[in-house]
Structures are given as C-alpha cells and as structure tokens.
C-alpha cells in the first residue's frame, strides 16, 4: 500500500520530483491547488444541488393511463434500464476512479459525484414505486440486468470495463495508466455519455408530446449533473494528455473508437427492444442515427475524429425546451438558497 509520504514523489513516469495526476498516492494537499479546475467543478455542482422531493412523478400516473401498449412497453424497458444504472456508474466510481485520481480538488469532485449518483438512485427507485405500484413487477425491473437481453448486454458491457482495472492498486506502468484512462473514458463517453442520453432523448420525446412531465422534470437534474459528471471526466483526460501525452497514440484512439462502435450497438439492441412494438413519431432508424450523432460528439470532445458523420434526426432535442428548463431553476432559485446560474444548451452535449 502507497504510503501519505510516498505521495509526494514521483513514480519514474513524470519530469524530475514534480507529481502527474496518475501517479500513485494519497496527496492530501490542497495549498498551494495543483489543479484548481477540478475545485470549480466542486462548486459548480454544489449550486445544482437538488432532491428527490422536489419532483412530482404522481402527475404522470393519469399520462401513464393513457400511454399506447407500444409507449407503455417503451416506459417499462426504460424504468427497468433506470434501474440499476446508476448504481453501476457509483460502484465504479467507488472501486476504480477515487483511488486513482491521485488530486485532493479532484477526489472531492468525485466525492460530490458519488453523492449524486446516489440521489440518482434515489430518484430511480421513487419513480419506481410510483409508476409500477406491483412488487412483483418492480423486482423484476431490478432483475432486468439478468433477465432482459437488451439491459444485460448494457450491464455486460459495464462489467467488462470494471473489472478491466480492478485489480489494479496502483498505475506504475505506461499499460497500467492507458488501461485506467480507458476505463475513465468508457463510463464518461459511453455510459454516462451514451447510454444515459440515450435514455433522455426517449424522456423528452414523451415530454414534445405533453407526456410524463415529472419524469421530466427529474431528469432535468439528472441531466445537469451527468453533463457535470462527462465534463470532470474529460478535464481529467485533458490534464493527463498535457502531462503524459505519450499515453495517446493511434493504437489508444482506434481502442476508443471500437469501445464507443461497441456503446452504440448496445444502445441500438436496446432501442430495438424499446420500440419494438413501433413508437409513433421514433422510428428505430432515427434512434439509431441520434446515437451515431452523440458518438461522434463524444469523440470530437477527446480530439478524435467521427465515426458515422450523422446528424441529429430529432428536432425535440435540439435546445430541447430551454426556456422551460431555465424557468424550472429560476422557480427553484427562488424558493431555496441553492442557486444555479448560467444556461443550459442541450445541442452542446446532446
């Protein structure tokens, strides 16, 4: 085990005595701040600060009544992906990235983060109880990562990128560092980045057609904070590429390319799934361009070329209600002293 003391010296992979951000240790230093960067995002997200209550799902309940068997089959597949999702970003959180970002402004970035995801969980298992009221049906959507094809081969994927650097106690190699990397850039790029937008843009084609505003609501914040959580990630990958830029070469960009070909034909199965039954107005080749278009996106945000060129098909996602969304926190800022300020343009992440 990396001592407090062994914290303030260089492994052999950085310049002279000065520390990089992936080498071994616990640095518990915060003056003078190393990387001031990661401390704003703390405050960033300390201003989205929100809770569970604060959203009525039970209005949804009369829309629910009303969905099509082809949208209430759509509804429960995404119920049951929301599930356990997050609790799969937290636990690589906790077992693979706070040990490793070796910064004491970062750690507490991702402290606030595994906050977060766990108001996430709440706010899954809330909607949960109030829109499958059976406790049959609602063990079975947590079963869903065993039992629903389409979410195993997600939670497969998942799995496969954790345990890909568990065993990993320190980064002490060049291979140990690229391994942590892509492991940081799957969960951001292609779990928080791909998935869970996914996830989203189904959200907010119920919402273009006036249903399910709570749910919308919610995810509003969720969506902030995720987009919170994708930009830390990149901050990250940013810093290490100044200090080491020798990590990233052809053979790590065409790793990350087929990790990110591999999301999106996860996420299409799944989108196959979820409208199988035929979705007026979201056919599934739309769907599965909109995932190729946020693909690329993740990909120009590391400085790698696209892969698919695709546009995005859906004009419900473009600025997607931005007026309602900076009112939602206008009402908020009003009534609570947490405020958050600035806007929110969802085609910058979408």
């Known amino acids: ?27 518990l230093t915060l003056r003078p701040m190393r990387y001031p ?12 600060t929100w809770t569970v209550e604060e959203v009525d799902l039970h209005a949804d309940l009369a829309d629910l009544a009303k969905l099509s068997p082809a949208e209430q089959h759509l509804v ?20 693979n990235l706070y040990q490793h970002i070796n910064s004491p402004e970062g750690r507490l970035y991702l402290s606030r983060q595994l906050f977060e995801e766990a108001v996430h969980v709440q706010f899954y298992l809330n909607l949960l109880d109030t829109y499958v009221p059976d406790e049959k049906q609602r063990y079975e959507a947590f079963a869903a990562v065993e039992n629903i094809p389409s979410i195993a081969r997600k939670a497969e994927f998942c799995f ?15 291979a140990d560092r690229r391994a942590f990397l892509l492991n940081l850039i799957c969960f951001a790029a292609c779990i928080e980045g791909l998935f869970f937008y996914g996830a989203f843009a189904y959200v907010y084609f119920l919402r273009s057609r006036g249903l399910l505003h709570g749910l919308a609501s919610g995810t509003n914040w969720v969506f902030r904070d995720e987009s919170m959580h994708m930009a830390f990630a990149f901050d990250v990958v940013d810093t290490v590429r100044a200090e080491e830029p020798d990590l990233f070469d052809a053979e790590m960009e065409q790793q ?4 990110l070909a591999e999301a999106v034909d996860c996420e299409v199965q799944f989108a196959a799934d979820l409208l199988e039954q035929g979705v007026s107005g979201m056919p599934l080749a739309d769907m599965r361009q909109y995932l190729q278009h946020v693909a690329d996106r993740r990909l120009a945000v590391l400085g790698i070329e696209p892969m698919y060129g695709s546009t995005n098909p859906f004009a419900f996602m473009e600025l997607q209600d931005v007026q309602e ?8 800022v009003s009534a609570y002293q947490v405020g958050v300020t600035g806007t929110v343009a969802f085609d910058d992440d979408f």
């Open 1 to 27: 085990m990396t001592t407090v003391s062994e914290s303030h010296t260089s492994t052999g992979t950085g310049s002279g005595e000065q520390q990089m951000l992936l080498d071994p240790g616990m640095d």
């Open 37 to 48: 960067q990661f401390f704003d995002r703390f405050k960033d997200a300390i201003k989205n």
């Open 76 to 95: 429960s597949r995404l119920v049951a992906f929301f599930a356990t999702g997050d609790t799969i970003v937290a636990n690589n959180l906790v077992l």
């Open 160 to 174: 496969k990128w954790i345990d890909s650097i568990f065993e990993l106690r320190e980064l002490k190699t060049r």
């Open 256 to 259: 990350v390319r087929d990790m």
């Open 325 to 332: 969304l900076s009112n939602f926190f206008e009402r908020r």
